[in-house]
Nanobody, 125 residues
Framework: QVQLVESGGGLVQTGGSLRLSCATF????????MGWFRQAPGNERAFVAA???????MYAESVKGRFTISRDNANNTVYLQMNSLKPEDTAVYYC???????????????????WGPGTQVTVSS
């Protein structure tokens, strides 16, 4: 079993920044892919970014150039630095863990075995 806990969400104005963290507990996940997804009310959970153990990354087009995902393998923690935030970034942000290599499947929620409870990000206009 793996437990994940997200933190760092909050209320920010358009153009502001937030840094999300996701700490993992239980089974060591340092060799796993760790990903961030988000879900706005009435929408499905959508891929944001993922990072492999090697440090290779993958981003959704909507966040490229504004968000940066990184990980600390020694501490089993993944981060999401979010800059130039827009109202459309408002959502609950979830981190998840999966195995394998970065691929099209990495963008699909069903690929992930474990999830955190989420953290709310609200961007005001």
């Amino acid at each position: 079993q793996v437990q994940l806990v997200e933190s760092g969400g909050g209320l920010v104005q358009t153009g502001g920044s937030l840094r999300l963290s996701c700490a993992t507990f239980g089974r060591t996940v340092s060799t796993y892919i760790m990903g961030w997804f988000r879900q706005a009310p009435g929408n499905e959970r959508a891929f944001v970014a993922a990072v492999a153990y090697s440090g290779d990354t993958m981003y959704a087009e909507s966040v490229k150039g504004r968000f940066t995902i990184s990980r600390d393998n020694a501490n089993n923690t993944v981060y999401l630095q979010m800059n130039s935030l827009k109202p459309e970034d408002t959502a609950v942000y979830y981190c998840g863990v999966t195995t394998g290599r970065l691929s099209i499947a990495t963008r699909m929620p069903r690929t992930y075995s474990f999830w955190g409870p989420g953290t709310q990000v609200t961007v005001s206009s």
